[in-house]
DNA sequence: GATGGTATAATCAAACTTGACTAGTCAGGC
DNA sequence: GCCTGACTAGTCAAGTTTGATTATACCATC
């Protein structure tokens, strides 16, 4: 996830200092990325030394002295191929909240449900902030299509956990389902290792 | 994305050393994670030094000797802990893949949209695999219903795709666009600091 | 004119992550 | 009997990320 497509891209539209930029994303870009300030900077450094940004002390008022950054011409050549190589690639995503819900046989049935209760309300709240995000260019401002993503993503995360609990509704324990411990099963079928399984025979025809 | 609840949660089903953690992760998980192989025995190392998990190291045949790891009942209460956690609380998730979209406009329409055909092939690749996936046990083996989940999302991806590809298709230029650089336009009208509307408003008034 | 709160601007140590590497074992071909 | 390639098992240095902190400026109000 190169995150310094972002920083030349909005550097590419205004030369900014440090704060300017990450006050921009905490603000605007909070929904795209979860890029943290030091981070920022950190990259920020990086992109110095490549040549693809150049920075100049700057002294505002009488405040503290603060670092202006620009993009370079390597730079704008430089977001072009990320920018490219972005939109051409699918990059894996990967969804915290599907972790635990692997191991969901290790909590009672109603206790999953009523957690996931839980969340549901934290999504629905999280959809209903993002609708009313306001629309700054139009319809067809990117900001606000990679917002409609997102909300269609959300949406499907709201019908796949409700379709769940459909299924935990009348269920008191998991002894009906195959197997209690799925993990554990494939762990013992299928996934030893072949060096294991090889000591396994080996020994099994020894004793034989 | 605390993924200790992923190792917690392995090890509670059966005892095992790391070769053995990180090929399972690998093999059946693989879509749900990008747990690495160093950061798994560095998280490993982490839950011995809190107690959650002991370490033996063990022999087999004469193969070089390796540490096996067991959970410990510290650690089964903190998986539970981590676990209802995970499920009652909703982690946001970031799309590296829309990062590139916000600065579409800096590409002419078509090239966007080649660009885009490249990324929805991978995306269907991506679907057919994961679909031929096998299931271990039964419709509701949690690890085929998260399967399902990532599924759906893949599926609204390709959707939002095609219906941004229908919205370049007839297209040559961002003209007709309400803003040529949105994010430009953002940053002048509604994103400057409090402190430099201030400032320009101060040096306004000063010069009158 | 002291005090507390927020905004501005950035840095640092500590924690986390990863690509590259080490080092031994085993099976099969020649 | 030796070589190659794949499997087993894990480590390390270098790179990345972040929570906590520093430090000053401005403003309200007491």
């Not at 550097?11 to 943290?36: A, C, P, S, W």
């Amino acid at each position: 996830m190169d995150r310094r497509i972002l920083l030349l891209g909005l550097l590419r539209m205004q030369e900014m200092h440090g704060y300017q930029l990450n006050d921009f994303i905490d603000r605007r870009l909070d929904f795209v990325t979860d890029l943290k300030k030091p981070t920022a900077y950190y990259i920020l450094d990086k992109l110095c030394k490549d040549g693809y940004v150049r920075e100049a002390t700057e002294q505002a008022g009488n405040r503290p002295e603060r670092k202006v950054y620009y993009i370079t011409p390597e730079g704008e050549e430089c977001f072009q191929t990320l920018l490219r190589q972005n939109l051409a690639t699918f990059e894996q995503a990967y969804y915290a909240d599907d972790l635990g819900l692997v191991f969901m046989h290790s909590l009672a049935p109603q206790e999953v449900r009523t957690a996931l209760e839980k969340k549901v309300v934290q999504i629905k709240r999280e959809i209903a902030q993002l609708e009313e995000l306001p629309a700054h260019n139009g319809p067809n401002d990117p900001v606000r299509l990679v917002l409609k993503h997102k909300i269609a993503h959300l949406q499907v995360d709201l019908e796949w956990i409700n379709s769940l609990s459909r299924m935990l509704a009348d269920r008191e324990t998991w002894d009906d389902e195959p197997t209690n411990g799925t993990i554990d099963e494939c762990l013992q079928v299928g996934d030893i290792s072949n060096y294991q399984v090889k000591e396994f025979v080996q020994s099994y025809t020894r004793n034989k």
